[in-house]
């Protein structure tokens, strides 16, 4: 060996026990679906079968919900909600304790580096369960009135992204704000969620206040429709979002949604620019790109944009792409076939317009669903790479000459969920900040999650907010809204 | 012969000006004992997108408005109401056939109104938004935002009362807002209009639009540039269109219960969390 | 010329760098210490850390004899294996390097070098003229390489051109007969944006190399502060074209610790600086690990330090 070349160092699969199939989680038991169908899921960085898993249909989804609602009327709503609380953090620590174990599950099930799955999603979903537990017999405090009242039973539907991480951040704060949940984890990675309700069962969680269904965006269509639901909970695109928001059009259903985004990430010319390359790297690369906050659209102030950019290629180089159980992996596998060719799709069209595409060398496995970090420069507004989500590791430069187009710029879009700004001036920062048409602002950093920190988007990028205080009132009960 | 009283022509109100309906139509409105009252414009769609159009443009100056500087303009809207309370009494006697005394009570209950959102526009941030404790070395912070712009079907009755309730927390919020008066009982809501275009209120911040309701709700519901949507004057058929059209840009879409609650200011907001390091 | 030496341009020069944002620095440096190198990776980087060790010894007690045993093992670090390469240098103060240079040259170490730390080490705190002989001194008995301090108070107090003009002296001293270390101290200087500018100041007074600390101040050579300092060689290059080392020292005493900072260069600098010309690790008890583990790796089963010598 004549140069430091990171020899392959492979997170050991051994600690993770997949089973060869799995039911589905109704009432606290794994039961077969009633008409018996399964589908499988694979490892999406080299195609092989991890499981099989249920299919739920509308049979299915009807006993869970039900389910759910006999232990919210005659279980969960009645216990006193300490213990509620005491059930949380029994859960919290059992995450903690098999974090491993889940990790290991987590990038097999969905292709995110190992590095991510354990150092980001499973401790923040297990510090999710710690943060609402601590909620739970301080509802009165949440600002939501002296006598916060829970919804009932929660439909909730989760994307492929963080598996894990969004069933924690929609199952903890439902379940401490005494609400029992049916939750559809998505068809591509159901195995930590299915992981999970063991996690319920070793916690001695009471039957039917968690339920697992898996399945296809039909099964999703059963719950969101279910008529004895009284809220939905979804993360996921902005399409689906409206269509759910347009079922529910018609009945007392409240929901939360949590949609896309195209992130614009604004570097000014006075940023402190070697932590902007990170913050731009790790606002579009993390994940495979696999992000709805990502920050997808990179504004750079013209007169450092040369610099930013030469800067972000040599960095972009050090991006070591391949098997997600190699410790040292940055960007894992594309999660699906159809993403790999959405991907694709919307990028190829950055072509067609005129963008400038660029990626460092970097040799892809052969199996598996692969896409190398990439970025266009040369993009303006009005290209489909600067306005649609493309959901995988794809920049969009643009540049900017002053403050204020820089912003014009950044808001000039249908989503509003996340903006990064980069300056080494405090009041230009809260500046931008003010001007942004977004939930979450990272300035001076990207791509940081806290189960204290609200998130949640403008405009079509979704209604409501998840985590902290705002994100717990959506799952009690409002005393002046109408629910119809 | 006794003197003939002047009558007066009920108008909309857009981008602080009184214009009729471009499309020239207006439509009868009878008192508590059929009696002709007058001919307000029915508004069309037409008048409906200048109202947008002119809320949008004075969003952000409201929205950038000091919170002092927005309360100080709410409480103003309260001193002139209250100085015109004679002819708001009046308006709501021969309009709602109620008794001078129940029609005062209501007027004064809508200037305290004005007077109690006044109150909440520089308490907001301080008692709905949060430091957010997360761990690591960023400061976080929650603070509410203003939507945009904000369609009100007014409430029918009380007729004054049931506009102001819904008008006052949307422009306490920061927001701009097209308030669609109850279609039988808009002239107090007209009248209203008059008060706000002596108020210090920025011209477009509200803009009124009298008509029929049925007509207007779903240009409201499909209008790209409208955020959120009070439908306290919407039967729940209304409603439920209204939602159905308005998923296509998620549009906030709320009805609230008859009285006043911060909630129906915060429902017009959004929440925005700031990150950043803590370091040298 | 980048800056004419001025207070002025120098100034001008260091206050047009870009900022660094610490928590940014901070959480760069702390994900590149997650890379797990194990195997042939690990066997390369333990002995291209040994090659890159400057050997070190300074202290009041510091002896002949201490400093002859210093030398044996800096040319044979481990008697047993004549596989692992000799350091990069010993590093000794002034009235040592005789003794060292000597002792290096009769027992076939003639290619290590023999590093002294001169200019009133550690504090600085001497007149120019003091500066000057101390160096002179040093390079008149053999040394290869001149360790200096900088003037960390004339640098906090904004006498940038003072610090400039210092170094710039002592470059010329050092002629074409020694390399110039300059140290910065970096835990004296406290911040990130001190540690660039500061980086940056050496450079341009004619630095051969850039090191972190005396060994004497805490904190020393922590993983942000080489990142960043990094970074500074890294954009010198680009800027200028000349490469200039970096030299961590101070609080460097595992394998682990060795292997974090080959990281760092191999992903901030780049593996052009992936060699003892351009990358230098200031230890002492570092180098026993490295054997240590070394013989782990060789033999696949855990080293006593029985097995390793002591000096």
Same mark, same amino acid.
């Given at each position: 060996?004549?140069s430091?070349e ?10 993770a ?24 899921t ?13 299919? $739920? ?15 919210? /009327? ?28 889940? &990790?290991?599950?987590?990038?097999l099930?969905?292709?995110?580096p190992?590095r991510?799955?354990?150092?980001t ?5 297990? $510090? ?19 006598k ?14 963080f598996p894990?991480?969004?069933? &924690?951040?929609?199952?903890a704060?439902?379940l401490?704000?005494?609400n029992?949940?049916?939750?559809k984890?998505?068809? /591509? ?6 992981l ?10 009471p039957?039917g206040?968690?339920?697992?269904? /898996?399945?296809?965006?039909i099964t999703? $269509?059963? @719950?969101?429709n ?51 390359v990170?913050?731009?790297?790790n ?34 180089? @050090? ?13 894992? &596998? ?17 072509? &067609? ?44 430069? @643009? /540049? ?7 912003i ?10 996340s $903006? ?6 405090g ?5 931008a900040?003010?001007q ?30 998840e985590?902290?205080?705002?994100g @717990? ?6 005393d002046?809204k109408?629910?119809? | 012969?006794?003197?003939?009283? %002047?009558?007066k ?5 857009i ?13 009868? %409105? ?7 009252i007058?001919?307000p ?7 409906l ?8 443009a ?14 100080q303009?709410?409480?103003? %809207?309260a ?14 006697c021969?309009l709602e056939g ?6 005062k ?30 761990s ?17 079907f ?27 008066a109850s279609?039988?009982?808009p002239?107090?809501? %007209? ?62 879409v ?9 909630e ?17 | 010329?980048?800056?004419d030496?001025s207070?002025?341009?120098?100034k001008k ?13 901070e ?7 997650t ?7 690990? =066997? ?35 008697p047993?294996?004549?596989? !692992? ?6 590093c !000794? ?32 705190r ?18 290869? *390489? ?7 108070? =004339?640098?906090?107090?904004g ?6 003009d210092?170094i710039k002296?002592?470059? *010329? ?11 910065? *101290? ?5 911040t ?8 940056y100041?050496a ?20 993983a942000?502060?080489?990142? !960043? ?7 010198y290059?680009?800027?200028?074209g ?11 005493r ?6 974090k900072? #080959? ?16 990358f230098?690790?200031?230890?002492s008890?570092l180098?026993?690990? #490295? ?9 696949g ?11």
């Open positions: 060996m004549s430091f990171y020899a392959s160092a492979p997170e050991s699969k051994a600690i026990n997949i089973a060869s199939s799995y039911g589905l989680f109704i009432g606290g038991k794994f039961v077969e679906p009633k008409k018996g169908k399964s589908f499988n694979i490892n999406p960085a080299n195609e092989e079968l991890l499981s099989k898993v249920g299919y $739920a249909d509308k049979l299915d989804i009807d006993l869970a919900v039900k389910s759910a609602r006999s232990a919210f /009327t005659k279980v969960w709503s009645k216990l006193p909600a300490k213990e509620r609380g005491k059930y949380l953090y029994r859960i919290a620590r059992i995450l903690q304790e098999r974090a491993r174990e889940f &990790a290991v599950v987590e990038t099930d969905n292709g995110k190992i991510e799955s354990r150092d999603d499973i401790p923040l979903a297990a $510090a999710h369960f710690f943060y609402h537990a601590g909620w739970a017999d301080k509802l009165e405090y949440a600002g939501v009135g002296n916060p009242k829970p919804l009932g039973v929660v439909g909730q539907i989760i994307p492929w992204n894990l991480l969004m069933l &924690a951040w929609k199952i704060p439902a401490a704000a005494g029992t949940v049916v939750l984890p998505a068809e /591509t990675t159901p195995l930590t969620a299915l999970f309700a063991q996690v319920c069962q070793q916690a001695g969680l039957e206040v968690v339920n697992i269904v /898996t399945g296809d965006g999703g $269509a059963a @719950l969101v279910h008529p004895d639901i009284n809220k939905i909970a979804f993360t996921g695109s902005t399409e689906v979002g409206k269509a759910i928001a347009r079922s529910i059009s018609a009945t007392k259903k409240s929901a939360t949604l949590e949609l896309g985004g195209k992130a614009a990430n604004i570097v000014f010319d006075d940023a402190a620019i070697d932590e902007a990170e913050g731009i790297v606002g579009i690369f993390f994940n495979q790109g696999h992000v709805c906050c990502a920050g997808s659209r990179l504004l750079i102030q013209e007169n450092v944009s040369d610099e930013v950019i030469e800067k972000l290629k040599k960095r972009m180089s @050090l991006i070591r792409v391949g098997d997600p159980m190699d410790k040292n992996t940055d960007l894992g &596998a594309i999660n699906s076939k159809e993403q790999l060719k959405r991907i694709h799709e919307i990028s190829n069209t950055g072509d &067609a317009e005129g963008a400038n595409r660029w990626s460092p060398e970097c040799k892809l496995p052969t199996k598996g669903y692969w896409y190398p970090p990439t970025i266009f420069t040369g993009v303006s507004q009005s290209h489909r790479i600067a306005r649609d989500e493309i959901f995988g590791p794809v920049l969009s430069v @643009l /540049t900017f000459r002053t403050p204020a187009e820089g014009e710029k950044a808001n000039n879009s249908m989503y509003g969920l $903006a990064g700004i980069w300056s080494d001036k009041a230009k920062i809260l500046w900040a003010k942004l048409k977004a939930g979450v602002i990272w300035a001076n950093t990207f791509n940081k999650f806290d189960p204290a920190s609200p998130f949640g988007g403008y405009k079509e990028s979704g209604w409501g907010r985590g902290g205080r705002h @717990l009132a959506g799952y009690l009960a409002s002046a109408v629910s119809k | 012969m006794s003197r003939l009283d %002047i009558n022509t009920y108008k909309l109100f981008a602080g000006a009184f214009p009729r309906s471009e499309s020239g139509r207006v439509y009868e %409105i009878k008192g508590a004992y059929k009696k002709f007058a001919n414009a029915m508004a069309s769609r037409k008048d997108r200048d109202a947008v159009v002119a809320a949008k004075a969003q952000s100056g409201w929205a950038n408005a000091t919170a002092f500087n927005r309360g303009i709410l409480y103003r %809207i001193e002139i109401m209250q100085g015109r309370s004679e002819q708001f009494v009046d308006e709501i021969a109620v008794s001078n005394k129940a029609a009570t209501q007027v004064d209950e809508a200037i305290d109104t004005w007077v109690w959102y006044s109150g909440w526009c520089d308490k907001l941030s301080s008692v709905t938004g949060s430091l957010n404790p997360v690591g070395p960023f400061y976080n912070f929650t603070t509410p935002e203003p939507l945009g712009v904000v369609a009100v007014a409430e029918s009755k009380p007729s004054l009362l049931g506009a102001v309730r819904t008008l006052a927390p949307v422009l306490a919020g920061g927001n701009t807002a097209v308030l669609i279609e039988s009982y002239l107090p809501v %007209i009248t209203l209009s008059e008060a706000l275009a002596t108020s210090d209120l920025p011209a477009g911040v509200v803009n009124i639009l009298t008509g029929k309701t049925a007509e207007l709700a779903p240009w409201v519901g499909s209008h790209m540039e409208i955020d959120g949507v009070d439908v306290a004057g919407l039967s729940k058929k209304q409603e439920e269109e209204l939602k159905l059209v308005g998923a296509d840009n998620l549009k906030r709320f009805r609230f219960t008859p009285s006043n609650h911060p129906r200011i915060l429902g017009f907001m959004e929440q925005k969390t700031v990150w950043h390091p803590i370091g040298l | 010329m980048i800056v030496g207070e002025v341009s120098l020069f260091l206050s047009d760098l870009p900022p660094v944002d610490q928590v940014g620095a959480a760069r440096a702390s994900m590149l210490a890379r797990s190198i194990k195997t042939t990776s690990k =066997a390369w980087a333990i002995d291209m850390a040994i090659s890159m060790v400057d050997l070190t010894t300074l202290e009041g007690a510091d002896s002949a004899g201490k400093v002859k045993a210093l030398c044996a093992k800096a040319v044979r670090p481990d047993t294996d004549l596989t !692992v390469p000799s350091v990069g240098a010993i !000794v103060y002034n009235d040592m390097v005789k003794i060292a240079r000597t002792e290096l040259d009769a027992i076939g170490g003639g290619d290590v070098a023999v590093a002294a730390v001169a200019t009133a080490f550690p504090s600085g001497a007149t120019l003229t003091v500066k000057k002989l101390d160096t002179q001194d040093a390079i008149d008995a053999g040394a290869n *390489e001149i360790d200096m301090v900088i003037d960390r108070g =004339a640098f906090l107090s006498h940038l051109g003072e610090v400039f210092q002296v002592i470059k *010329e001293l050092c002629g074409n007969k020694a390399h110039l270390k300059v140290i910065l *101290e970096t835990g004296e200087l406290v990130y944006d001190n540690v660039r500018k500061a980086s100041l450079m341009l007074a004619g630095a051969d190399f850039i090191k972190t600390s005396t060994g004497k101040v805490a904190p020393a050579a922590t942000p502060v080489v990142l !960043v300092m990094l970074e500074a060689v890294r954009d290059f680009a800027l200028t000349t490469r200039i080392g970096v030299k961590p020292a101070g609080g460097i595992t394998t682990k610790d060795a292997i900072q #080959l990281v760092l260069v191999n992903e901030t600098a780049g593996s052009e600086w992936l060699k003892p010309s351009l230098r690790i200031g230890a008890a180098l026993n690990d #490295l054997l240590m583990q070394r013989m782990k790796l060789r033999t089963h855990y080293a006593s330090a029985n097995y390793v010598t002591m000096d």
